[in-house]
T-cell receptor, first 113, second 113 residues
Framework: KQEVTQIPAALSVPEGENLVLNCSFT??????LQWFRQDPGKGLTSLLL?????REQTSGRLNASLDKSSGRSTLYIAASQPGDSATYLC????????????FGQGTTLQVKP | GAGVSQSPSNKVTEKGKDVELRCDPI?????LYWYRQRLGQGLEFLIY????????KSGLPSDRFSAERTGESVSTLTIQRTQQEDSAVYLC???????????FGPGTRLLVL
């Protein structure tokens, strides 16, 4: 059974810092992996999708990597801003046969001005 | 529309009543998903539709929960005889294919008194 874990559960950094959020999964036979952002009281916003054949994806100040052999993904945020404050979720597709996403518990990030 | 929409945005009901939650996916998206997020907990997968069929219903917590999709578009999640533990945010997502980027709606907040 696939399980997804995110560490740390919460993180507070000063504005301008580069930071890394970690995601680990128990079954290396994942298909794709997706990172989301969730703002309080709102739905999820997709940030990056890494396909199983890829090792990383970049969008602006965000870079996500995927290492299936070690069961890890990281989300790197460069030059953090107060507007980056949110909960970040990673989610894995268990296989190509279903669209079921298995979510981690999330990392709540606070970027202080 | 431009994104996934859900209605109602909030629903308060009494224990034992039935509720219907609606999801309008992004036009043309063949895959549709329902998830649930209880207060302070992670997202749980409920059901996945490909077209009007539901090949994965493994997340429905009991037979009080059912869902249907018509016209490869709108989906309705029905909860019969609601219980207090059904209180949660119910999120709908859609994607162009089953393992591609999922786009989430704003959710329906359900409170069962």
């Amino acid at each position: 059974k696939q399980e997804v874990t995110q560490i740390p559960a919460a993180l507070s950094v000063p504005e301008g810092e580069n930071l890394v959020l970690n995601c680990s999964f128990t079954d290396s036979a994942i298909y794709n992996l997706q990172w989301f952002r969730q703002d309080p009281g709102k739905g999820l916003t997709s940030l990056l999708l890494i396909q199983s054949s890829q090792r990383e994806q970049t969008s602006g100040r965000l870079n996500a990597s995927l290492d299936k052999s070690s069961g890890r993904s990281t989300l790197y945020i460069a030059a953090s801003q107060p507007g980056d404050s949110a909960t970040y979720l990673c989610a894995a597709y268990g296989s190509s046969n279903t669209g079921k996403l298995i979510f981690g518990q999330g990392t709540t990030l606070q970027v202080k001005p | 529309g431009a994104g996934v929409s859900q209605s109602p945005s909030n629903k308060v009901t009494e224990k034992g009543k039935d509720v219907e939650l609606r999801c309008d996916p992004i036009s043309g998206h063949t895959a549709l998903y329902w998830y649930r997020q209880r207060l302070g907990q992670g997202l749980e997968f409920l059901i996945y539709f490909q077209g009007n069929s539901a090949p994965d219903k493994s997340g429905l917590p009991s037979d009080r929960f059912s869902a249907e999709r018509t016209g490869e578009s709108v989906s309705t999640l029905t909860i019969q005889r609601t219980q207090q533990e059904d209180s949660a945010v119910y999120l709908c997502a859609s994607s162009s294919e089953r393992v591609e980027t999922q786009y989430f709606g704003p959710g329906t907040r359900l409170l069962v008194l």
